[in-house]
């Protein structure tokens, strides 16, 4: 197994798994229970003495606290459901310089910034 060395001199290994090997071959034990699985299934019931599921009665409630009580936070997640969080990405290439000769130039430059 090939080991690397990482920023902090520590020792690593490159290769967990085998190539076309899964990391977890067995699958998720029996009898384990997902939260999202129960909550999905918790919405699609009809509580006693209501007409409408749960899930109904949810997005009824974030739609009242949105537009007739003006809850912001309310709206900005009804926008979220519907178009998605913002896409935002960040390019961290060095120009083809050392990583570590980059990393070390930025924090010479912060503490250059502090001193003043």
């Known amino acids: 197994m090939a080991k690397t060395t990482d920023l902090t001199g520590k020792k690593q290994n490159d290769n967990l798994f085998k190539k076309g090997q899964s990391g977890n071959p067995n699958g998720r034990p029996k009898g384990t229970v997902s939260v999202v699985s129960k ?3 918790k919405l699609k019931k009809i509580p006693k003495g209501q007409k409408h599921s749960y899930l109904n009665l949810l997005v009824e409630r974030i739609f009242k606290d949105a537009i007739q009580d003006g809850n912001e936070q309310m709206i900005k997640l009804i926008c979220q459901y519907v178009d ?5 990405s960040t390019d ?25």
């Open 84 to 88: 998605g969080m913002p896409k935002q």
């Open 92 to 116: 961290l290439t060095t120009n083809g310089k050392d990583l570590e000769t980059v990393l070390v130039k930025f924090i010479d430059a912060k503490d250059d910034r502090n001193s003043k």
């Open 39 to 41: 909550i999905k299934s």
